[in-house]
């Protein structure tokens, strides 16, 4: 079964950090991009954060460069997003995506599976 599992939301303050994962399973290889995308009440879903099968990484949220990282363990079949400087507009679900194919695109409606998602809430 193909499943993707996100983890590490919760509350934090204005400037703390979280780590997120993403625990991907079932999947027969590595050759897919992985990206995260993020949702607020009321707003369309983003793109935040992808990288490719071969690890090159592309921001899709200029609000987060210098903030986020995005990063992967093939190995562990598990993709991180490292959030720093914590802001009240990052709140969101943050979703966890992953698209047959090696490159990163912006679409949301272009990746294949999705995680459940994990609420982040940037708050004092």
């Known amino acids: 079964q193909l499943q993707l599992v996100e983890s590490g939301g919760g509350l934090v303050q204005p400037g703390g950090s979280l780590r997120l994962s993403c625990a991907a399973s079932g999947f027969p290889s590595d050759e897919y991009a992985m990206g995260w995308f993020r949702q607020a009440p009321g707003k369309e879903r983003e793109g935040v954060l992808c990288i490719s099968s071969v690890g090159g990484s592309t921001t899709y949220a200029d609000s987060v460069a210098g903030r986020f990282t995005i990063s992967r363990d093939n190995a562990k079949n598990t993709m991180y997003l490292q959030m720093h400087s914590l802001r009240p507009e990052d709140t969101a679900d943050y979703y966890c995506?992953?698209?047959?194919?090696?490159?990163?695109?912006?679409?949301?409606?272009?990746?294949?599976?999705w995680g459940q998602g994990t609420q982040v809430t940037v708050s004092s």
């Open positions: 995506a992953m698209k047959v194919g090696r490159l990163c695109v912006s679409r949301w409606d272009l990746y294949d599976y």
